[in-house]
């Protein structure tokens, strides 16, 4: 086939490649050798630049110096580095030919411009090739990746009488931030872990990606007191040394609302007593995970009770620079406040956003509650 596409050049074009010595190697290897899509590729984009530059010294209006860019954004995305270069080796060598029948048409704009593209495309065909994809299917890949992460942040499907809301705010509108949910339902017996990897955006999100597979693997798979230890665990065989990682485990007894708190370094939960219409701390505290190899935890039990809700966040929605946690977690009580009247499906979206509006980080909230 690349045979039969070599021969049906012109056969000035195919003296052409014949009498410049750069293109002796390309035009002896489409000629030999096992036919793959590479090939095939840089077979049609060489005929796409070689018609192009042919073309130009015809009309200009229709084929410009210029439109030779085309290719090279096209070799960018389809091509490996190494078929990348020949390509760009018969553009140069078009641009050229274009130059020596008119110099006036391939100015230094010209140049310019096909020099930055150049670079980019080498830019982009290197870091497809070392992810060992061609074309877009690395961008497609990440996009899996974070609808698989948004999926995993859904809570089960709760009985009647109970009710949730999950809210998470990545840092700079990006698509990936280091806070991330994974919760299991067994019987009456629903577990929820919030998870804040330290960081922000996609630097975290890289890292977030990978723990939220290994924790959601975790939870439900292991007693409930064993979860966080064993977490732990996993880091520390990790050698985990890039940051930090908090965590809030919650475990809720949907026939009795009975609900145990575990915290490893994250900002305490809170929970609303709709008898008194106040919101109070959980005393739950644990140190940070990976730290220690024993980690151990002071957990907390209460009872929801109808009208009553629990909830936990990540720290983007409470630390300010410079300002005490404890001055953070009492302005989100003061904003909680407006979720009771408001319903708190309704405000726990409005919540988030009011107290991320004056951050840059990453955010999330977990709401649980007895209608």
């Known amino acids: 086939m690349l045979q039969r596409l070599v021969h049906l050049l012109p056969p000035g074009v195919r003296a052409f490649l014949r009498r410049i010595p750069l293109l002796v190697r390309i035009y002896g290897w489409l000629r030999r050798g096992k036919a793959i899509r590479e090939r095939y590729v840089f077979t049609g984009l060489t005929v796409v630049a070689i018609v192009l530059g042919m073309a130009a010294t015809e009309s200009r209006a229709w084929a410009p110096p210029a439109a030779l860019v085309l290719t090279v954004v096209g070799g960018g995305l389809l091509l490996k580095v190494r078929t990348l270069v020949a390509l760009l080796v018969v553009v140069v060598a078009m641009t050229a030919y274009n130059a020596a029948d008119d110099p006036a048409e391939v100015g230094p704009g010209t140049i310019a411009t096909l020099l930055i593209t150049a670079v980019l495309a080498?830019?982009?065909?290197?870091?497809?090739?070392?992810?060992?994809?061609?074309?877009?299917?690395?961008?497609?890949?990440?996009?899996?990746?974070?609808?698989?992460?948004?999926?995993?942040?859904?809570?089960?499907?709760?009985?009647e009488g109970w009710d949730?809301?999950?809210?998470?705010?990545?840092?700079?509108?990006?698509?990936?931030?280091?806070?991330?949910?994974?919760?299991?339902?067994?019987?009456?017996?629903?577990e929820v872990a919030l998870v804040d990897v330290s960081g922000k955006g996609t630097d975290a999100g890289t890292r977030a990606l990978m723990l939220s597979g290994a924790f959601g693997g975790l939870?439900?798979?292991?007693?409930?007191?064993?979860?966080l230890p064993a977490c732990n665990d996993y880091?520390?065989?990790?050698?985990?040394?890039?940051g930090f990682v908090t965590?809030?485990?919650?475990?809720?007894?949907l026939a009795t609302g009975e609900y145990t708190v575990e915290s490893a370094g994250h900002p305490p939960a809170v929970q609303f007593d709709a008898g008194t219409g106040t919101w109070q701390v959980s005393s739950a505290k644990g140190v940070v995970l990976g730290v220690v190899p024993d980690l151990r935890c002071e957990?907390?039990?209460?009872?929801?009770?109808?009208?009553?809700?629990?909830?936990?966040?990540?720290?983007?929605?409470?630390?300010?620079?410079?300002?005490?946690?404890?001055?953070?977690?009492?302005?989100?009580?003061?904003?909680?406040e407006r979720l009771v009247p408001q319903g708190f499906r309704k405000g726990a979206k409005e919540l988030v956003q009011t107290m991320a509006a004056a951050r840059d980080d990453d955010c999330a909230l977990v709401l649980i509650w007895r209608t």
Request: aromatic share 4%; glycine share 12%; charged share 25%.
């Open 299 to 336: 957990p907390e039990r209460g009872t929801l009770r109808p009208g009553d809700a629990l909830l936990l966040y990540t720290d983007g929605l409470v630390e300010s620079p410079g300002r005490d946690l404890d001055a953070g977690i009492d302005r989100l009580l003061g904003e909680a």
């Open 122 to 159: 080498l830019t982009l065909a290197r870091t497809r090739q070392q992810l060992g994809v061609q074309g877009l299917r690395g961008d497609s890949m990440l996009l899996e990746l974070r609808d698989r992460l948004r999926r995993q942040g859904e809570l089960p499907e709760l009985p």
């Open 219 to 227: 939870l439900g798979s292991v007693q409930p007191d064993r979860f």
């Open 247 to 253: 965590a809030v485990h919650l475990q809720v007894d």
């Open 164 to 190: 949730a809301q999950v809210v998470m705010l990545q840092a700079g509108g990006s698509s990936f931030g280091g806070d991330f949910v994974v919760s299991a339902r067994t019987g009456d017996i629903l």
């Open 235 to 242: 880091l520390h065989r990790q050698r985990w040394d890039e």
